[in-house]
């Protein structure tokens, strides 16, 4: 049976989005592997496996995409707390439908930025 888009997505756009954004807090702002976990909600070994590249093993090499993970890193460092996660996720997940790095969305989501 074919995965539901919100199966895919779960298995193989969420962790892309955050080894994206946990690369872009080390290398572009200085935080370590346990403040990047902390300010992402997931486990210090959660960002170890992003860096080493077992999970997320899609790399995005688009400036613009990489521009745009990079702002969303920003938003989260600089707004404590989880309450921005989830908005900046699905905003980096609809520019990689847009761009067809993900191969389809459900319904629910919209293409429009």
């Known amino acids: 049976m074919k995965p539901t888009p ?12 955050r080894k994206e954004i946990a690369e872009s807090m080390i ?9 990047t976990a902390a300010k992402l909600g997931v486990t210090p070994a959660a960002v ?8 997320g093993k899609i790399k ?5 995409i990489l521009e745009e993970i990079n702002k969303s890193a920003e938003r989260i460092i600089k707004n404590e707390g989880t309450k921005v996660i989830v908005p900046e996720t699905c905003r980096i997940c609809k520019i990689l439908i847009s761009k067809g ?9 919209s293409n429009e930025e």
């Open 48 to 55: 170890c496996q992003y860096l080493s590249k077992k999970r």
């Open 27 to 35: 290398h572009n702002y200085g935080l370590n592997q346990k403040e």
């Open 6 to 17: 919100c199966e895919y997505m779960m298995w193989n756009g969420l962790p892309v989005i």
């Open 60 to 64: 995005i090499v688009d400036k613009y």
């Open 101 to 109: 790095i993900f191969p389809f969305a459900c319904e629910s989501c």
